[in-house]
């Protein structure tokens, strides 16, 4: 999906800005992924080193969301890797956020999808499937609710909580 520039949005949604409507996240993702540009409607996930239930998210029809995976910021292990940026482009999602590590970076980097992170790890998660789906989660100092609108550019990331007309 062609996105909104979020600079853009910032400068025509001051109203929205200021009721906190629309938000943006600290700057504190590093940019993977083809898609330097993406949007779509968020799907939320709150896991820590465990990545099974991001499979099994990624595993449905993406239609154009964006999985926003908190990770609890974790610097000890990744929690997407090149198999499941793969998925991900495969199955129609238009991007993922995570606070958290992703790993085979070259790989991810490939994908024909939009991905942020805080940095890479080579390390895998555990595999024991804890976690919560569907629940608001606090990223980058913004409270995140399954269903707002997610719009990431080369400035930032911006959380509304409806979807944004140009
Ligand atoms: O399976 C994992 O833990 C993540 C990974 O490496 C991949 O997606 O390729």
Known sequence: MASIATAEACDSNTVLLASGDLRALQ??????????????PIVTLKVFEDNVLVREILETRGEGRVLVIDGGGSMRCALVGGNLGQLAQNMGWAGIVVNGCIRDVDEINGCDIGVRALASHPTKSNKKGIGEKHVPVNIAGTLIHDGEWLYADSDGILIS???LSI
């Open 27 to 40: 700057p504190i993702f590093k940019i993977y992924g083809q898609s330097r540009s993406f949007a779509g």
């Open 161 to 163: 909580k409806s979807e």
